[in-house]
């Protein structure tokens, strides 16, 4: 095989600073494993804003659909916040989602052991917890058309559009009966079927496509009611299939359950390309957290964890994705933490430099 490519995307805020503990983790690989990818980064958001005029250079857009995975830090930050919408650094992102038409997000949510008693939830509501939410990414509110700010009568108005096709339900539905396949073939549904048609249509999509997939236990549940079941009781699932949007809150809110939205990968896949593996974007669920950016107190465990999603999804290596998973599950072990995984006992947390250089030590350690 060629040497896989991977194009890097650090982005703003916290973005470059996780990225920087990705680098040491990728080079690692290829120095310790003979498993070298053929790196090149690259602008996006308010860093490509600044220093290109748009959230995503045309020429960036080519390199992402042309390389085997794009991983990607955070954009955003209160510095862009008076732009126009269309230059948004958020429109980066959304951009290159749609036009590598990533429809499949895969958010898990796991709680390590070392964490179970720093979740705001009762430890034994969240010890063990291994749950896979799949939200799907290129369509529904995000995208529907009319959109826009309009002029009523003496008013404005603004409008986003919920459209679902049944093609797009059948694809990320299938995508998460094969997941739940490899798991423990549980999947619940969610959408608010009781007040929007489009719920309707979701409903019906995924129970069609459930037929082709017997051996597993399909659910469904009104999303709203999905959100207190995920705080009441979360180890009640295992695979989640939603819409663009709830996908996006019911993702932050089981990030909270493991502890710290610091620990949440994601992978966002789309159709498989030539090579039989799928056009993939990896990166961590929170934001460019421009409360602490440039403080090095960043945790990099979720940028770290969405690398080793694309060891395992884009590159065929879930050994070595599965060796880099147990590497933060020892150092967290071991008791080290970045400031967002402590409370107020006194211990003293390391800097994002420092988790980065603790989750390579034990990298070196399982040799
Ligand atoms: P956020 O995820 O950036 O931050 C929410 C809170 O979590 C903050 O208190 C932050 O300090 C903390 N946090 C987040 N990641 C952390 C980490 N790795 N380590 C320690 N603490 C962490 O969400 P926000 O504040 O609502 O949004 C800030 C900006 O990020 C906005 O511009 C938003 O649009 C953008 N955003 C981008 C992405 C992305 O690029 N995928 C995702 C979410 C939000
Ligand atoms: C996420 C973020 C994005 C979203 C923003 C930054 C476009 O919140 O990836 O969860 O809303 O999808
Ligand atoms: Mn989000």
């Known amino acids: 095989m060629s040497t896989p490519s991977l194009l890097i995307l650090p982005g703003d805020g916290i973005g470059p600073e996780v990225m920087a503990e990705v680098r040491k983790i990728v080079d690692w690989f290829g120095a310790k494993r003979d498993l070298t990818f053929d790196v090149s980064e690259d602008l996006v958001g308010g860093a490509a804003y600044d220093a290109h005029g748009t959230p995503l250079h045309d020429d960036t857009m080519a390199r992402a659909q042309d390389v085997d995975a794009v991983l990607l830090g955070a954009v955003g930050g209160p510095k862009y916040d008076a732009l126009d919408f269309s230059l948004k650094p958020e429109r980066g992102l959304l951009r290159l989602r749609k036009e590598m038409d990533l429809f499949a997000n895969l958010r898990p949510a796991q709680c390590f052991d070392a964490l179970s008693h720093f979740s705001s939830l009762k430890q034994e509501v969240v010890a063990g917890l291994d749950i896979m939410i799949v939200r799907e990414l290129t369509s529904g509110v995000y995208f529907g058309e009319p959109r826009g700010i309009f002029e009523e009568g003496n008013e404005r108005v603004g409008i986003n559009t919920q459209r679902y096709t049944e093609s797009e339900i059948d694809r990320v539905a299938r995508s998460a009966f094969e997941l739940a396949m490899k798991r423990d073939k549980k999947l619940c549904s969610m ?15 995924v129970t069609r496509v459930g037929q082709d997939y017997p051996e597993v236990e399909l659910s469904h549940m009104y999303a709203d009611a999905g959100a207190m079941q995920l705080t009441r009781w979360p180890k009640q699932f295992d695979v989640i299939v939603t819409d663009n949007l709830f996908g996006d809150l019911l993702s932050d809110l089981a990030a909270m359950l493991t502890g710290s939205l610091g620990m949440l990968p994601s992978a966002s896949l789309g159709a498989p390309m030539s090579n039989g593996r799928p056009k993939a974007l990896y990166e961590p669920v929170h934001g460019s957290a421009p409360d602490i950016a440039g403080q090095g107190k960043a945790n990099p465990i979720a940028c770290i964890l969405s690398f080793a999603m694309a060891l395992r999804y884009s590159f065929d290596q879930g050994d070595e994705a599965a060796r880099v998973e147990k590497a933060v599950e020892a150092v967290l072990a071991d008791g080290v933490r970045t400031a967002d ?27």
Do not use: F, Q
């Open 191 to 205: 959408e608010k079927a009781n007040v929007m048609e489009s719920g309707i249509l979701w409903r019906e999509v």
């Open 341 to 367: 995984l402590l409370g107020e006992d006194g211990t003293v947390p390391v800097s994002t430099s420092e988790m980065g250089d603790a989750i390579v030590a034990k990298l070196d350690a399982s040799l």
